[in-house]
T-cell receptor, first 110, second 113 residues
């Protein structure tokens, strides 16, 4: 069964303290892996799509990487405005649905 | 350019009633998906449409239905509402036929009392 597990569930960082979020997945065949950011009461905001192992994408303080079993979202020198829930999702080949993990709640303290 | 628009933003319904939620995708996007988000289950897939055809359906009871119109706008309907249907319902659209890189709307918060 296709599955996505995110860790840790929650993370508190001091401003400037870099860290990584993990997304482990099991899927029959990977079409794409997606990272989203969600603020309370809002819809998920698209961040990155990764298609194949070894691929990396960057945007401001965020960098996403992909292996055959997991993806990491690296946050470099985070700021309080980076506080949000970060969601990982996968799409298997032959389907159009996304399977989401339960997310990592990130809190960055000033 | 305008994002995915969902209406209404908030809705309160009574058990046993039915409800229709609306989603207008980003202009040019033909793939539309629906998800239910609850604190206990996270985001769960409901259905996906492309050019008025339902291509995938999630594991929800038959009370949940949807459709897509020729202008790509989509609606979902929930009949005989139950307390457990209270959730944030999210719509997403994609420019790509394979539905990668989907962009979400702000959601409709449904409360069933």
């Amino acid at each position: 069964e296709d599955q996505v597990t995110q860790s840790p569930e929650a993370l508190r960082l001091q401003e400037g303290e870099s860290s990584s979020l993990n997304c482990s997945y099991t899927v029959s065949g990977l079409r794409g892996l997606f990272w989203y950011r969600q603020d309370p009461g809002k819809g998920p905001e698209f961040l990155f799509t990764l298609y194949s192992a070894g691929e990396e994408k960057e945007k401001e303080r965020l960098k996403a990487t992909l292996t055959k079993k997991e993806s990491f979202l690296h946050i470099t020198a985070p700021k309080p405005e980076d506080s949000a829930t970060y969601l990982c999702a996968v799409q298997a080949t032959g389907t159009y649905k996304y399977i989401f993990g339960t997310g990592t709640r990130l809190k960055v303290l000033a | 350019k305008a994002g995915v628009t969902q209406t209404p933003r908030y809705l309160i319904k009574t058990r046993g009633q039915q409800v229709t939620l609306s989603c207008s995708p980003i202009s040019g996007h033909r793939s539309v998906s629906w998800y239910q988000q609850t604190p206990g289950q996270g985001l769960q897939f409901l259905f996906e449409y492309f050019s008025e055809t339902q291509r995938n359906k999630g594991n929800f009871p038959g009370r949940f239905s949807g459709r897509q119109f020729s202008n790509s706008r989509s609606e979902m309907n929930v009949s005989t509402l139950e307390l457990g249907d209270s959730a944030l319902y999210l719509c997403a659209s994609s420019l790509r036929a394979d539905n990668t890189e989907a962009f979400f709307g702000q959601g409709t918060r449904l409360t069933v009392v």
